[in-house]
């Protein structure tokens, strides 16, 4: 009698194809996009119905619509980014784990690793559609409700915080500048989070985890006293997106915020690795 053959292992193309369409499937996550792209157009609604914003960073989108993605992704990073990543990571372990999927994937014969980077690829997807909606969501609002800044001559799509007017090409650039930034800043989130959810049977946990975490950090962030520990801090940088409206734009903050997110996502994904190659099924 021959021995049976041993089970194929099955091809990343079948594995992440799965993974995408299980996460875009969520009743959850097409509401939470759907939340994300309404908060740019309520934005242009209110700064067009107001006379005079607050000196802050919507008071530069008044009659410079390009303005509105950049301040929307600063804006939503706060919470609203972070906790559509934090659902999405909760569900793809401990929300698996919870309802008795996660052990089926890690009986089957995908491995260990590609499991994981399974998950990641769809809280990835998640992150990117999320900053997409947002972007794209505030470009069209801030076009069509607030318009390209009134510049004489015209001809200029971006009306600088230092006082220059760019044209659509160089906005597009700044644009696509700060969605991948903010994306990297999420990944980071993800990967932490993905970590909490391979701890837990609860994605309850995770996200009180992960949101009371960036909490904490925004109460560290407001105590001078703790200012040694200020740019180890992930959120200490999320108000670097504001620097593309600069001209020329100041990359200090930017690259520092993101070699602090580049390692969080390090330790985020070591822990999750080595938590889930550990994993009993």
Known sequence: MTAPAPPRSVSWTR???A???????????????????????????????????RRSLLSEVAGNGLTLPVAALSIL??????????????DAIAGESQHGTLRGLLLAPVGRLRLVAMKAFGVLVVAALAVAVVTLSGVIAGW????????????????TMSGSVLPLSDAAGRLLLVAG?????????????????AFTEHPLVVLSSVLGGLILFGVLAAIPALEPIHPWLITTGWDAAA???????????????????????????AVLVARMLRRDA
Do not use: F, K, N
Not at 21 to 28: H, I, K, T
Not at 187 to 195: F, H, I, N, R, S
Not at 247 to 260: E, H, K, Y
């Open 15 to 17: 594995l992440l194809g």
């Open 19 to 53: 993974e995408l369409r299980w996460v875009l499937r969520r009743p959850r996550t097409l509401v939470m996009l759907a939340l994300l792209a309404a908060v740019p157009m309520l934005m242009a609604i209110g700064i067009v119905l107001s006379d005079r914003p």
């Open 77 to 90: 990073l706060t919470l609203l980014l972070p906790l559509a990543v934090a659902v999405a990571s909760a």
């Open 144 to 159: 069509l409700l607030i318009g390209p800044p009134a510049v004489p001559g015209g001809g200029g799509a971006l009306l």
């Open 181 to 197: 930034w903010t994306l990297v800043q999420l990944a980071a989130v993800g990967a932490v989070a993905l970590a909490v959810s």
């Open 243 to 269: 620097d593309v409206l600069r001209d020329p734009i100041p990359l200090d903050a930017l690259w520092r915020s993101t070699l602090v997110a580049a390692g969080y996502l390090v330790a985020g994904g």
